[in-house]
């Protein structure tokens, strides 16, 4: 575990803020967002700070040294006295003290207890950081699929327009009737409000990529063509259920919470037993006080220190039963995330599988709709197929495009989620898939039209 939380920190990029006019990749986006991003520098502060429990345990084991010391000015009047004697004088003293407990089993179960949830942080933080990588992949793939969906928008609105031209040319000279007029300029205008829509999305769906970097993007590098998609590997559901078993970071997490939950009642309970304390001390005093008032003194001392608890008001057995409570919150916490882990393991293996089939049957699709369409044309053209028909056409074969190009997004989501439910996802899949990111497929922040 430690060795892939170093491999996500050890990346060394540079943070500022400002716009980015050239286009980007995946890996680029990926190594600004590890310095940059809000959430996992949270996630790093709050990981730090739960480490301190293993040095804050341990002093309970650990001797403790105190040095300590006082001055005193006196002014003393004897009245008995004849003449009266008034006297002032000072007094000093200083001591310094070691405590080494012998026998505190509480204080042990602590420390035993805080490697656990070190180790809980631990895995938490390799989750948070799994996160960052699905994070930045799911914001940096909505923006090409957003642009994907502007792009079919917009090829379907000047089909639409070309179309209307030539009806409107045939209805000029008596071809057609002016329904198919009307019919064509209703749909262009619909046409019209998709690309309106598209166009808001597109722009806003950039907007992500400032909150994971800190930087404002204009441009982004597209999916190559020849992305491959692939069943999962090996292909058998039980054995991708069998590593998240093993390796997912929230189970792990829970499970450690479980140990460090058992240990807080051992620790508990164990205020019952007698505590043994071992004590030096050197004490140095000094009286300025005339003749033989004044003196100067030295002390060392040796000792153990037996403590027995008789009776703390039922304190440490209501402490023990609400230890045992926490114990079986943690252990039904751990039943839930295993069974959460566990089915979202088989959705995700379905998932992919369904989303490679979806992808090779929305290739031909797109094939079909525009053998379809042509066909439709050419019928529109003899007599046999009227405008809504063409118009239709059209329709499904900018529809099969988009969704074409929307199932190859849906399987890498699909793709690291899984590998993030089984703790394998790494930045080495950040590189892999920035292997596919090509600079020939540049797409850009479009600025909307006004209308």
Known sequence: MNSKVVKILGLSCLSFFGMHATASDLTEVYELSVNNDPQLGAAKALYMSRREVIPQARSGLLPAISVSGNTTDVRRTLAAATPEIIQNFNENS?????????????????????????????????????????????????????????????????????????????????????????????????????????????????????????????????????FPVSYPEPNNEEAWVQRALEGNYSLISAAEAVKAAQQNLSSKKSRHLPTLDAQLAYVESNSGGPNFLGSSIEQGSARLVLNVPIYTGGAVRSQAKQAGYELEQAQQTFDLTQRQVVETTRNLFTAINTDVARVKARLKGIESSQSALEATQTGYEVGTRNIVDVLVAQQRLYLAQFQYASARYQYIRDTLNLKQTVGSLSPDDIYGLNNYIVENKPISRITPTVR
Do not use: C, H
Not at 102 to 131: C, G, H, P, T, V
Not at 200 to 225: C, H, I, K, P
């Open 94 to 226: 200083w001591q310094a003290a070691l405590q080494q407990p012998l026998f505190r089993l509480e204080n042990w179960y602590i420390f035993q207890q805080s490697k656990n949830l070190e180790a809980q942080a631990m895995a938490q933080f390799a989750a948070d950081q799994q996160e960052l990588i699905f994070r930045v992949s799911n914001s940096y793939f909505s923006i090409l699929e957003a642009n994907d969906a502007l792009s079919a928008s917009n090829a379907e609105r000047d089909a639409v327009g070309r179309q209307l031209e030539q009806v409107q040319q045939r209805f000029d000279v008596g071809l057609v009737a002016i329904t198919d007029v009307l019919e064509a300029t209703a749909q262009y205008d619909s046409s019209t409000v998709n690309v309106i829509e598209s166009e808001g999305s597109q722009v806003t769906s950039f907007e992500s990529l400032l909150r994971l970097t800190g930087q404002r993007y204009n441009q982004v590098d597209g999916l190559a063509d020849n």
